[in-house]
């Protein structure tokens, strides 16, 4: 078996567009917003990667059909340099080398397919929880990160300081060999919940710097029951501490 | 060292065989079921496979005589169409890709022997006693999924979340890759002992659906032995726990 | 880099040579057995085998200088049929798969070499003291059973339990494989420290088979030390445990 | 994507130029070191090493821009048998077979350029506080051995003890099949903090082998640092416990 797989289910003639990455990670972040905007923009699969690098796995989907974990590819036309590719997925590689391996395969097909510009979408995991998320950034050149200043993304000396761990990360750091211009984006977040505020802060800025219009009220009104939940938990943390109260809590966790 | 290795014992001769897989996993329900029902019809072993994805081992059989682990495939003859291969064995492969190896691998010796039809069983642990096992189930399309329903196959939403890891989903999820027909029959397990209830339970479903006649007093005696456990285990644990109680399961523990 | 490196120092030329593998493991039975063996006959070494799937680590000897860690290869002439190579080392390979290519690959040029005889060597650990410890086996057909049964081995019904792993079993399960006889020779022993007087069973036994003669000072004189320590232990253990005792034991653990 | 990836920005033209590895480690003396010394001589970076062997990461540098964690070569010409070629990095291998093929991949650039005598640093973690560290040294060789010890390196028997681990002692490994010298300098650290003293101790050691001089106004101002942080930390230890301490501890761990 070959370590990874790509079935083209379409060839897509793209115009010079642009690819955009969203993959499960830290708050998903990525994921929910790479996912929100490929959904809201109607963007067509058009290719599936399987990798002995994912999880052997497979889901099972509401009609009982199960669906081999994989990564996807999805496209929208808007005209030339303005066409999207979008990458989501269930997982990333599991092992250092099957992250590096898929980056660097899913960076060969998109210079097959006329990418020069990417876009890698994250969280930027804080530990504590985040009431007005920031979005920081990172970039292959000096003049990305002078564009990114300009549209609000936040360029922190020191912020990450463990860098970009994983496909965000690789597909700069090896996207520059490929002599692709690559940003990241990475909303701020507590890393304790999935977070679809911070999926949306970064969306506000990709939408804006893409010139594309979307509706956000998806993710709000799932931002909304993760605030419920938190609310509750911070309820529970708040109230005085009993015995009896203890022992119910056990039964939760 | 090739990474696995199969040694034909005898080529059989198979018309539209039909593959039945029974590797170990939670509650051994798979190799339980799979094992049980090669040993009903007297299916003859045909082909060894051994791999460095297993672990480093060899097992000493009652004779003194060692065995180095490994997974085994044996054919019993019924007639074009009713033919069936069955896959069993010590270990699964240890690693992700030595999951997806052989699997993919293991298909593409079926896809020589002429399969077309695969039945992966395997448990579905709830972490809890079950006293009357369900069945759940998996496919890899609508038509399967309504014929398993006919025979009381419960595809249920959400079930099981987590999908089904290791070659019981993969030999769905890669067989697709090979046009193969394939279904996942789990059977509700607690996942905390081996659990021939269980296997019976899948083995129901299975031979109403290849049109089989066989025993279960084997797998029933093994079922009386496992409940005298348990229900035992369960004894010491109703008991009012007192401090000197408690010391002697210490010793136990 | 080869997955594994070869270095001859000197080809020698067997006639029928058996082999004995003797590499670290429980309670060091193996190594320490073949090693003493080997010194005792004064056999020459030839070859150095090097491997990634060792540790990425160099030895400091005590004149300063360094030496990869490897596994080597000793030969003693004693006449058509007696020949022996012994295989020694450092360690066995960290992960499942460098255990089976390293175990085929010094199959592959045992193969090369002549031989058809294999003895491995290792420990059989109790999980208690052992004052007498019996030499249990494992072997590749009934008649090699039968054999060591009459100098003593005792194969035991459900010992190992869990079979053998690593390099001693992996040469007889792959040997088989490669038409070689093989046998396992286990030494009981508590697991806790090395055990140079199970060694000493071990050889009491080979020797007797290979109809050597060697002398058991220096592996006597080992067991000594290692008993002065244990007894030392059992000792402390025993003294009833006083909160000034226990404070003290603090700084020994 | 090849497992390991040099891209050269020069090619330089070496006499017979010696080698000096300095990667994280052990209170990351040996990176330390080289890079202290790279930078006094003002060596220029030649060669990038980027490996699927690294973690998939990439660093953010203080300007915004991405940075693929990477291993770098750097030069300075100082004359026939002179010339100095440094290594340094972020990372080693995250894996033995990634040491070992890292390894092996440099040492054989290392022989296209030239390289015949190898100098390793690291440190050599003691697990207390040190407050004047020796050189530890380990040789390909005696006469090796000699030479250094006439310039204060200490061989010190069953010193260290468990080998030396990584880079450092497998290019010493592997640099005697390319019949390189290789000479490994380890400086005393306790192994708790980053140690730039014991830096200084190896640098002293060679810049007095290699005939250079620099200055350690650097790594002394940055043990200064260190100084303050640990003596703080010695005092709040001595600092007899109350019931409040111990709270106000708990915030800061």
Redesign the interface.
């Known amino acids: 078996?070959e370590n990874i797989?790509i079935?083209y289910l379409e060839r897509p003639k793209l115009e010079d567009p642009i690819f955009v990455e969203g993959l499960p990670g830290i708050g998903n972040v990525g994921k929910l917003a790479a996912e929100h905007m490929k959904d809201e923009l109607k963007a067509v699969k058009f290719a599936e990667i399987?990798s002995?690098?994912?999880?052997?796995?497979?889901?099972?989907q509401?009609?009982?059909?199960?669906?081999?974990?994989n990564n996807e590819m999805a496209y929208v036309k808007r005209g030339k340099g303005k066409d999207i590719i979008f990458l989501t997925g269930d997982y990333q590689?599991?092992t250092?080398?099957g992250?590096?391996?898929l980056?660097?395969?899913i960076l060969q097909e998109l210079k097959g397919l006329g990418v020069r510009r990417v876009f890698t979408l994250g969280g930027y995991g804080l530990g504590r929880m985040v009431t007005k998320p920031r979005v920081l950034?990172?970039?292959?050149?000096?003049a990305l990160?002078k564009d990114m200043e300009k549209v609000g993304v936040v360029?922190s000396?020191?912020?990450?300081g463990?860098?970009?761990?994983?496909?965000s990360?690789?597909m700069?750091?090896?996207g520059?060999?490929y002599d692709m211009e690559a940003v990241?984006l990475m909303g701020e977040t507590s890393g304790y919940f999935v977070d679809p505020k911070s999926a949306q802060a970064v969306l506000e800025v990709l939408t804006k710097v893409l010139d594309v219009e979307i509706s956000f009220t998806e993710l709000e009104s799932k931002a909304k029951q993760i605030d419920a939940i938190t609310s509750k938990l911070r309820d529970i943390e708040a109230t005085p501490e009993t015995p009896e109260k203890r022992e119910d809590l056990g039964y939760i966790g």
Chains 1, 2, 3, 4 share one sequence.
């Not at 002995?52 to 099972?60: I, W």
């Not at 950034?137 to 000096?142: F, I, L, R």
């Not at 000396?157 to 990450?160: D, K, L, M």
């Open positions: 078996m797989l079935r399987f002995k690098y994912f999880p052997p796995q497979v889901l099972v509401d009609d009982g059909q199960i669906k081999l974990v590689g599991l250092p080398e992250q590096y391996e980056s660097d395969f950034g990172a970039a292959t050149d000096a990160v360029f000396r020191g912020e990450p463990a860098g970009i761990v994983g496909a990360g690789l700069l750091g090896l520059r060999l990241c």
